[in-house]
């Protein structure tokens, strides 16, 4: 454990090279509620989020947090906090309701005035094409189980850069393809809601392709400034003992390693297409996928929660599993603080990861996409809102990235995870990760003191 495990860190402790971008992030079903305005067709999360039994409580995204009609409080609110970039998604089914074909031009312009109104405020847009929204007409055909998926994205790609390419630079193709594939197609805890293992990696590959096709698409147009967005869970063993060392390789294997290193060196690891060959699931590639997979990026979005420790058991866990074949692989509780979500703390994680990205992708720079925490906040009687937890663990989180810039990971900016209270997906309205609190009866936005801390980061690093 290095000292981030235990100090506690300031906005004066931390010190960022020159031009580091420090943002926020959003996913549009998480926020934009209007999900019948101006033409939007359904998407894979109205059909999950509205079949009993999926989500806590019912909750769904029909309302979110008003930002579609609301984006312009939203962008006033990042410019206060001092913001220089926002990451957000677009919902494919807002742009092109069936997936394919008919563009609707009021769903992009949406898109389009949000933009402006960032330019206008000096925020930077950082566009994610898909943050796990996929049209339902196009789980209707498959969905990303279908190799017909990855060229449909590519062509919604196309789309959006001739519309948007214009006035945005920064561009990410996928959110977290691991929960996609994984948590939507083996567990079944995310939308389309399937448990199977063959779907799991049919998934798993057309995501990927569907990545590096839509890359060239972008490029082709002109894009410069091309990512990835991956969610890493840094795996470690309970135990020496060979079961248990093996059981943090297979997880490891499918949450880090499937995903990143076929981009960055055209091959799947070996033990991990392997495991799933054994599970029944092979990877179904066909000849050139992989040199598509590889298609060059400009930078790797890292998304970081927490590490795990794993242990191997003796008889299936009876749980679903979130890994293919990982029927005798738990994950242990952890043992210190949890946020809301049961997630443990462990910036020291932050940095180990950081440093090994910088071992396994050389030369790819790399952005924090996403970090943050749940807590449960209330606004309290002087109005703000206290949370002293979420100020600690970002503090925390930031020193962990300094640590890691010191050593040599070339980090270029993070987004705090989130920028609003929002839906939390199968966790509906009862997890809040916003740095700013929203009141979801009546829609007011309060910065709570984690945004007020952020901002003060911000300010001293601007001031140089
Ligand atoms: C990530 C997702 C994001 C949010 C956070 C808490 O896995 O990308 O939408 O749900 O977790």
């Not at 913001?83 to 742009?95: C, E, G, I, M």
């Not at 990303?144 to 850069?161: H, I, K, M, N």
Request: aromatic content about 8%; glycine content about 10%.
């Amino acid at each position: 454990m290095t000292t981030t495990d235990t100090r506690e860190t300031t906005a004066t402790g931390l010190v960022f090279p020159p031009g580091f971008v420090f943002g926020a992030a959003t996913a549009a079903y998480q926020i934009e509620g209007a999900v019948d305005v101006d033409g939007r067709g359904p998407s894979i999360w109205d059909t999950f989020s509205h079949t009993p039994g999926k989500t806590h409580l019912g909750h769904t995204g029909d309302v979110a947090v008003e930002h579609h009609a609301r984006y312009r409080e939203d962008v006033a609110l990042m410019a206060d906090l001092g913001l220089a970039a926002y990451r957000f998604s677009v919902s494919w089914s807002r742009v092109l309701p069936e997936g394919a074909g008919r563009v609707e031009q009021r769903g992009l312009d949406f898109y389009r005035r949000l933009v402006d109104e960032l330019l206008e405020a000096g925020v930077d847009p950082w566009l994610t094409l898909y943050h796990w929204d996929l049209p339902q007409a196009l789980q209707d055909q498959g969905g990303w189980t279908s190799r017909d998926t990855a060229e449909r994205f590519a062509d919604y790609a196309g789309v959006l850069y001739d519309g948007l390419g214009d006035r945005v630079s920064h561009w990410s193709t996928l959110n977290e393809p691991m929960c996609s594939a994984l948590l939507g197609h083996m567990a079944g805890q995310h939308a389309p809601g399937h448990r199977d293992a063959v779907e799991a990696s049919r998934a798993t590959h057309h995501l990927l392709l569907g990545h590096g096709l839509a890359t060239r698409v972008l490029r082709e147009r002109g894009a410069d400034s091309c990512g990835l967005t991956l969610n890493f869970t840094p795996m470690t063993p309970a135990s020496d003992s060979p079961a248990d060392v093996d059981a943090a390789r297979r997880l490891d294997g499918q949450q880090n390693r499937m995903f990143l290193v076929p981009v960055v060196t055209g091959e799947y690891p070996a033990d991990v297409a392997e495991d799933l060959a054994a599970a029944g699931a092979p990877l179904p590639i066909e000849d050139g996928d992989l040199e598509l997979i590889a298609t060059p990026l400009d930078w790797l979005g890292v998304n970081f929660y927490f590490g795990s420790v794993v242990r191997a058991t003796e008889e299936p866990t009876g749980k679903a599993s979130s890994f293919i074949g990982g029927e005798r692989v738990e994950e242990v509780p952890p043992t210190g603080p949890t946020t809301t979500m049961g997630w443990g703390v462990t910036p020291h994680a932050f940095t180990d990861l950081l440093l090994r990205l910088r071992d396994t992708a050389p030369g790819l720079p790399l952005v924090i996409t996403e970090n943050g925490s749940a807590w449960p906040d209330e606004v309290s009687p002087d109005g703000a809102v206290h949370d002293p937890q979420r100020v600690r663990y970002l503090m925390d989180h930031l020193a962990a990235v300094t640590d890691a810039i010191e050593l040599g990971a070339d980090v270029r900016g993070y987004f705090a995870w989130s920028l609003l209270d929002n839906y939390e997906w199968a966790r509906g309205y009862d997890q809040r990760f916003g740095i700013v609190h929203v009141d979801y009866d009546t829609q007011v936005r309060t910065p709570k003191d984690s945004a007020l801390a952020y901002a003060e980061v911000i300010r001293r690093h601007a001031a140089g």
